[in-house]
Nanobody, 122 residues
Framework: QLQASGGGLVQAGGSLELSCTDA????????VGWFRQGPGKEREFVAA????????NYGDSVKGRFTVSRDRAGNTVYLQMSSLRPEDTAVYSC?????????????????WGLGTQVTVSS
């Protein structure tokens, strides 16, 4: 099971870095995606990175503000969030893709992890 961490309370305009790890199995051969679900909202694609870090994909609402990366071993994936806005408030979750790519379709993901709460105050 994947575990997202690093969430918290931040003021608008601030930054946070989330991490996604999996203590039981490596996802070094899988793409990894970040999704979020805000209060009263549907789940939204945030970002994804390919198995080797060579390809990334971002949701329109976070392009230019968020950056997804992974460590050399491929066992930890990061989501650097900058210029945060109140509308970024959500529970952020990570998931390992069924393949090695960067799909925005949640149906292409397996092994969903526990999320972490991000709250952005105005």
């Amino acid at each position: 099971q994947l575990q997202a961490s690093g969430g918290g309370l931040v003021q608008a305009g601030g930054s946070l870095e989330l991490s996604c790890t999996d203590a039981r199995r490596t996802f070094s051969n899988n793409g990894v995606g970040w999704f979020r679900q805000g209060p009263g909202k549907e789940r939204e694609f945030v970002a994804a990175i390919s198995w080797n870090g060579g390809y990334t994909n971002y949701g329109d609402s976070v392009k230019g503000r968020f950056t997804v990366s992974r460590d050399r071993a491929g066992n930890t994936v990061y989501l650097q969030m900058s210029s945060l806005r109140p509308e970024d408030t959500a529970v952020y979750s990570c998931a390992a893709a069924r393949g090695s790519g960067v799909s925005a379709n949640p149906g292409m993901y397996q092994y969903w992890g526990l999320g972490t709460q991000v709250t952005v105050s105005s």
